[in-house]
């Protein structure tokens, strides 16, 4: 099993923006995996994890740090 670093891209959106967040870190098989078990034991990140496309309040989420500063930074 691998320790994924969780990932959210920037944002720019009405007015507001920011840039990429490290969200936390988790196990897993794959990087849905280690997404997946994070939303069980981060409430926070489970009621804005949709799971099917891998977003975090409607930010993509990657496991590293160079591809979620790629759009907004």
């Not at 990429?20 to 988790?26: I, K, M, R, Y």
């Not at 994890?49 to 979620?68: I, Q, S, V």
């Amino acid at each position: 099993m691998k320790v994924y670093d969780i990932w959210a891209e920037g944002y720019a959106a009405t007015g507001e923006s920011g840039g990429a967040t490290l969200v936390g870190q988790a196990c897993g098989e794959t990087f849905k995996a280690a997404c997946d078990k994070y939303a069980t034991y981060d409430e926070g990140f489970k009621k804005l994890y949709d799971p099917l496309r891998l977003t975090y309040w409607g930010c993509k989420l990657f496991d590293n740090r160079h591809d979620a500063q790629e759009r907004f930074g």
